[in-house]
């Protein structure tokens, strides 16, 4: 399955303007929020399940690492990754551009080789 991020912002905005009613109608401490606190519960899943790994106790409030599951940690991550582009939306940041303008600068910035293409750059070799 791949995802096209032009593809899911229209749908990701429609879904919290018309589904969960709080796009733009929000400030934007509401979004940066939002992703943080999703980024948080995955820093604690990773805690816990690193806590126990090293041998500590097996405690948490709601949950405990033996609980967490790759389909919990992925859902997280999944969480995110909206939240952010929702963000992104907001403040009329093209998502995709940031990821790859952000990925290149720092390639060049250490000396790296791993450069992004971007879509265009891959259609024009066709």
């Known amino acids: ?46 805690k816990k ?3 126990v790994e090293r041998g500590g106790i ?8 033996k609980d967490i599951s790759k389909e919990m940690l992925k859902e997280e991550i999944g969480g995110i990754a909206i939240y952010l582009d929702l963000l992104a939306s907001l403040l009329d940041i093209d998502l995709e551009e940031a990821i790859i303008e952000t990925f290149n600068s720092k390639s060049k910035k250490y000396g790296f080789k791993q450069m992004l293409e971007t879509t265009e750059e891959n259609n024009s070799k066709l």
Do not use: H
């Not at 879904?15 to 934007?28: I, K, M, S, V, W």
């Not at 097996?58 to 690492?65: I, L, P, R, W």
């Open 49 to 51: 399940l690193q806590r």
């Open 1 to 46: 399955m791949k995802l096209d991020l032009a593809v899911m912002r229209p749908v990701n905005v429609q879904r919290a303007t018309e589904g969960f009613r709080c796009y733009d109608n929000q400030p934007l401490t509401y979004w940066t929020t939002a992703l943080a606190g999703e980024v948080g519960e995955l820093c604690n899943m990773i």
């Open 58 to 65: 097996d405690g948490g409030s709601s949950y405990t690492a």
